[in-house]
C-alpha cells in the first residue's frame, strides 16, 4: 500500500513534470510563429506582446527545476525515471533559449521601417514555419517519448541550415545592388541567424528526448551526431 | 558534529562536481583549438584524436548527471547551493555539445583537399582562437564565480557572429571565381557555421554561470539578453 503510494505520488509528479514542458514548448512555439508574424506584417504590438511573454517562459524554467529537484529528492527515482527527470531539467534550459531568441527576433521586428520595400523578407516566412515547427515536432517526440520522431527534427536542422546559407547569399547580393537598405538587411540577416539558432536548440532538445526515451543519444552508423555530417 | 560532517559532506562534493566541469571543459577547449588546428595543418591524426575524445567528454557529462543527482539526493541543498547543482547539469549538457562541434569539425578536417590552394581557409584560425577563449574565459568565470567575467564572455559572442558573416561573405566571392574550389568552401563553411555554434554555447554557459553566482540571468537595461541585441 505504502509502494503502491509512492508509486503514484511520483507518476502525478511526473505528470506535472511533462505538462510544464509541454506549456513551456507551447509558448515557445507562439513566440517563434508570433515573432515572424510581427515582422512580416510590421505589427508593433504583436512583437510587444512576444517580449513580455517570455518572461512566462522564463518563469516556467524555474518551476521546472523546483519541481524536477523535489521529485528527486523526494521520490528518489531510479533508471529510467531518474533519467527522464534529468532530460526535463536539461530540456527546460534549452527551450528557455529558444524563447530568447523569438524575443530577439520580436525586437529586431520593431526596429524595421520600409519592410514592403525590401524583397528578401519574402524568404524569412518560409524559414521560421520550419523552425516553428521543428519546435512543434520536438514536443510532440517529447510527450509521445518518440525517439523516431525526434530523429526527424535532427535531420530536418539542415533544412534550416541550408535555408540560412541561401538567404544570406541572397542578402548579401541584395546589399551590393542597394547599397541604401544595408541596415535593413543587416537586422534581417540577425533574424536568420536567430531562426537558425532556433532550429539548432530545436535540434538540441531532440537528443535529450532520444536520451530520455531510449538511455542513448542518437548518432548514425560510425557515431556521427546526425545533424552535424555535413554531408 | 553531526551538521558540521555534513557540510563538509557537501563541500566535497560540490568540490568534485565543480572538478567534473572543470575537466569537461578543459577537454572541449582543447577539442576546439586541436579541431582546428586540424584543419588548417591537415593532420588527420590530430582529427581522429578528437573525434576518439569526444566520448570522454561524454561520459563525464553522465557523471555530472550522477553526481549532480547524488547531492540533491543526500545532501538535500537549499537556496545558493541547489542552484550550482542546477547549473551544473544544465552546463554540463551545454559543454558536452560543444565537444559534439568540435568533432563535426575534426571530421570536416578530414574530407579537406587542396587546403594549401584554399585562400579564405586562413580566415578561419582566428574565428576558432576567439571561440576557443570564449569556452576557456567562461569556465574561468565557472571557477571563479565571477559573473563579471560571464557578461565579457556574452560580449564576445558578437565577434564571433561578425567574423562568421565576413567569413560567409568571403566564401562567397571566392566560390563565385573559383568555381572548382565549391565544395571545399561548402566544407569551410560548415566548420564556421559550427564555430559560431560554439560561441553561441559558450554564451548560453556564460548565462548559466551568471545564474549561478548571483540568482538572476545576464540582462541589460530593458531586461534584453546581452548577446542578442543585434545593436
Redesign the interface.
Known amino acids: 500500500m505504502g509502494a503502491e503510494h509512492t508509486v503514484k505520488a511520483f507518476d502525478e509528479d511526473i505528470t506535472r513534470l511533462r505538462g510544464l514542458i509541454a506549456e513551456m514548448g507551447g509558448l515557445a512555439e507562439a513566440a517563434v510563429t508570433n515573432a515572424m508574424d510581427a515582422l512580416v506584417k510590421g505589427d508593433d504590438a504583436l512583437a510587444d506582446q512576444v517580449i513580455k511573454g517570455d518572461k512566462r517562459i522564463?518563469a516556467l524554467e524555474s518551476e521546472v527545476?523546483k519541481l524536477a529537484?523535489r521529485i528527486?529528492?523526494l521520490r528518489?527515482p531510479m533508471a529510467d525515471d531518474?533519467r527522464e527527470v534529468?532530460a526535463a531539467?536539461?530540456i527546460a534550459?534549452?527551450v528557455e533559449?529558444i524563447g530568447?531568441?523569438s524575443?530577439?527576433i520580436a525586437?529586431?521586428a520593431r526596429?524595421i521601417d520600409n519592410r514592403k520595400k525590401f524583397e528578401p523578407l519574402t524568404l524569412l516566412p518560409a524559414m521560421g514555419e520550419l523552425a516553428a515547427e521543428m519546435v512543434h515536432d520536438v514536443l510532440t517526440a517529447y510527450a509521445a517519448r518518440d525517439a523516431g520522431l525526434a530523429r526527424e527534427v535532427i535531420v530536418a536542422d539542415t533544412k534550416v541550415?541550408n535555408f540560412y546559407?541561401s538567404i544570406?547569399?541572397n542578402f548579401?547580393s541584395h546589399m551590393v545592388e542597394n547599397p541604401a537598405t544595408i541596415s535593413t538587411s543587416?537586422?534581417l540577416?540577425?533574424v536568420a541567424?536567430?531562426i537558425e539558432?532556433i532550429g539548432?536548440h530545436a535540434t538540441?532538445v531532440a537528443e535529450?528526448v532520444h536520451f530520455a526515451a531510449t538511455g542513448t543519444?542518437p548518432a548514425d552508423d560510425d557515431g556521427?551526431?546526425l545533424h552535424?555530417?555535413?554531408d
Chains 1, 2 share one sequence.
Open positions: 522564463d527545476d529537484v528527486i529528492a528518489a531518474l534529468i531539467l536539461k534550459g534549452v533559449r530568447d531568441y524575443k530577439a525586437k529586431a526596429k541550415d546559407d544570406f547569399r548579401v543587416a537586422q540577416l540577425f541567424r536567430n539558432r539548432d538540441n535529450m543519444y556521427e551526431p552535424q555530417t555535413g
